[in-house]
């Protein structure tokens, strides 16, 4: 008989808690499912998981870890006189692997911990997409393709004969207290009890490539070079697995009129000399569309006019908005006719107002 130290096995200590017990199974039994192994590995990863399997289902329980101590303790004696004490080596394994029913099944406690453990979620898939400055502040609904993974529906599910349909296979194995019989999920049909037969569609892995057209919706106040996550609409996930997410990297190009600092949009907005001189209605284009917008008399180059609450989105749906900033550039005309040269020649005269005169005289001496 083999005299195996359970706790050595999972790598904890003999006064490990429960919660420290079961932190190391889960990670042991991840690391040496033979699922992820193969080639000559896969028989290793099966016997490891199995001493895994076996030691968790004794010292993972609390009543058969104090048997299993007891018995550590006086294992000597017990190798003497194994019939000196009664040990119900069946209901240690009922706890882990349920009971058998009349035609050697599992319990539905089981099948749904095998069922379960075997489904895997779809991969996820990042997206790269450009939108305007304008698409990210009042947000868009944008369309695009993509190759996606779906469940093969043309594949023929037969039988699997290692297992023959249970998804679980015996294993025998030897401890210190004897033979004893175990169960280990079917590494070939992954615990389903069936598997897809070769087919044209998806040459027996059970999924196939598909062109998909994703309608997404890019909600409004999007800050620059964001990243969204959409749930639950990219890959199919495997036997029974939910789907995977799409990632969509927005990168937001950048505008040739409006300006985005912080919250607030900057433009430069180019009027009439005549309208700075004496006023007027000019229009202006918004995030919203052509605004008309008042210039006030006598306005100089780079002034500048807000609009309150007419800039970006502070957040995502949110209702508080920065500042529009108008900033004034005066445009002269490059030519003009005689009877204009000579209207403002005559205007010069009348006005006798020369501001750089005046700024010569104020600083002649500096």
């Known amino acids: 008989m083999n005299n195996k130290d359970y706790y050595k096995v999972l790598n904890v200590k003999k006064n490990a808690s429960s919660k420290e017990i079961k932190d190391a199974y889960k990670r042991l039994i991840i690391k040496w499912h033979p699922d992820r192994h193969i080639g000559k590995n896969k028989k290793e990863a099966e016997e490891k998981a199995t001493e895994i399997n076996e030691a968790y289902s004794i010292i993972g329980n609390e009543k058969k870890r104090k048997e299993y101590d007891s018995f550590k303790e006086g294992y000597s004696s017990f190798q003497g006189s194994s019939k000196s004490r009664s040990f119900d080596f069946n209901d240690i394994f009922e706890n882990f692997f349920g009971k ?14 095998n069922k379960d453990y075997f489904k895997k979620k779809g991969k996820d898939i990042l997206v790269k997409i450009k939108i305007s400055l304008k698409e990210s502040i009042l ?11 779906e469940n093969c529906n043309y594949c023929e599910k037969i039988k699997c004969n290692f297992c023959k349909g249970k998804g679980i296979i015996n294993i025998i194995r030897e401890s210190f207290f004897g033979s004893f019989q ?3 999920t079917c590494s070939d049909c992954q615990g389903k009890g069936i598997i897809n037969k070769n087919c044209n569609f998806c040459k027996g892995k059970g999924m196939k490539k598909i062109s998909k057209e994703i309608k997404i919706n890019i909600p409004k106040g999007l800050d620059i ?4 996550r959409y749930k639950k609409i990219g890959n199919d996930g495997l036997n029974g697995g939910e789907k995977g997410d799409i990632y969509v990297e927005i990168e937001v190009e950048n505008h040739e009129y ?8 900057h433009v430069d907005l180019p009027i009439s000399f005549l309208d700075a001189i004496l006023g007027g209605i000019v229009k202006l284009i918004t995030l919203e569309g052509i605004e008309n917008i008042k210039i006030p008399v006598g306005s100089q180059n780079d002034d500048f006019l807000i609009l309150e609450e007419k800039g970006c989105y502070y957040d995502v749906n949110s209702l508080k908005r920065g500042d529009f900033y108008i900033w004034l550039k005066i445009k002269f005309p490059r030519q003009i ?3 204009t040269k000579n209207f403002f020649n005559n205007l010069r005269k009348e006005t006798n107002w020369n501001p750089n ?8 001496n500096i």
């Open 225 to 228: 070079n964001k990243k969204l």
């Open 357 to 364: 005169l005046l700024f010569i005289e104020k600083y002649k």
């Open 100 to 113: 058998e029913d009349e035609e050697n099944h599992y319990s539905d406690n089981n099948e749904k911990y």
């Open 258 to 265: 409006f300006r985005r600092k912080n919250n607030n949009i």
């Open 182 to 184: 175990s169960k280990q």
């Open 139 to 149: 947000g868009i609904k944008k369309k695009f393709s993509i190759d996606l993974e």
């Open 337 to 339: 006719n005689e009877s």
